[in-house]
């Protein structure tokens, strides 16, 4: 089992940054896909960008492309979430999640791909 917890969620401005942690235990994650997904209120839980279990290949959603960037830290266990220029639509609950037996150089983007959640933190994004 791998436990999940994110941190450094917060409010911002339209333009900011912001960077969000997963610390992760019970398990490694160094050999796991590493995902970031967000739920905005009234909307489905949306992929957002996911780092493959090898750390070569990177995913990442349209509608952050160029802004958002994901990293892990094999040594503490965790992976981050960069966020740049953000704009209130950026605002959501933001999850990370872990993949179990995935290929090494894959990335998935879909919520039943992965077998741990964390319990999200909140980016809310002023205009």
């Known amino acids: 089992q791998v436990q999940l917890v994110e941190s450094g969620g917060g409010l911002v401005q339209a333009g900011g940054s912001l960077r969000l942690s997963c610390a992760a235990s019970g398990r490694t994650i160094s050999s796991k896909a590493m995902g970031w997904f967000r739920q905005a209120p009234g909307k489905d839980r949306e992929f957002v960008i996911v780092l493959s279990a090898s750390g070569r290949r990177t995913y990442t959603a349209d509608s952050v492309k160029g802004r958002f960037t994901i990293s892990r830290d094999n040594a503490k266990n965790t992976v981050s979430l960069q966020m740049a220029s953000l704009k209130p639509e950026d605002t959501a609950v933001y999850y990370c999640?872990?993949?179990?037996?995935?290929?090494?150089?894959?990335?998935?983007?879909?919520?039943?791909?992965?077998?741990?959640w964390g319990q999200g933190t909140q980016v809310t994004v002023s205009s």
């Open positions: 999640a872990a993949k179990d037996f995935g290929a090494w150089d894959g990335c998935y983007s879909g919520t039943k791909d992965y077998d741990y």
